[in-house]
Nanobody, 113 residues
């Protein structure tokens, strides 16, 4: 069992930066593939970034070069550093463990133009 809680969302202007955090509770955090997904109004949930237990990372083309995913297994934390934010990044961002098996409650990111 893994419980996930996101934080760090907010309202920012285009070009700003935010860092999202995902705090995990439960056993074997370091063994899970972890990821960030987002869902904008009227759209389906989409993959943003992923990181496996060996710190190999993967990114959606829409965020590549702007977002960085990382994890700290000793603190049971995962992060998403978001730079050069665009209005199209506006969405609820969800933390996931186990390739979509576990989900957090989401945190709202709103980027104004």
């Amino acid at each position: 069992q893994v419980q996930l809680v996101e934080s760090g969302g907010g309202l920012v202007q285009a070009g700003a930066s935010l860092r999202l955090s995902c705090a995990a509770s439960g056993n074997n955090f370091g063994l899970y593939h972890m990821g960030w997904y987002r869902q904008a109004p009227g759209k389906e949930r989409e993959f943003v970034a992923g990181i496996d237990r060996d710190d190999f990372t993967d990114y959606a083309d829409s965020v590549k070069g702007r977002f960085t995913i990382s994890r700290d297994n000793y603190k049971n934390m995962m992060y998403l550093q978001m730079n050069s934010l665009k209005p199209d990044d506006t969405a609820v961002y969800y933390c996931s463990a186990g390739r979509g098996y576990f989900w957090g409650q989401g945190t709202q990111v709103t980027v104004s133009s």
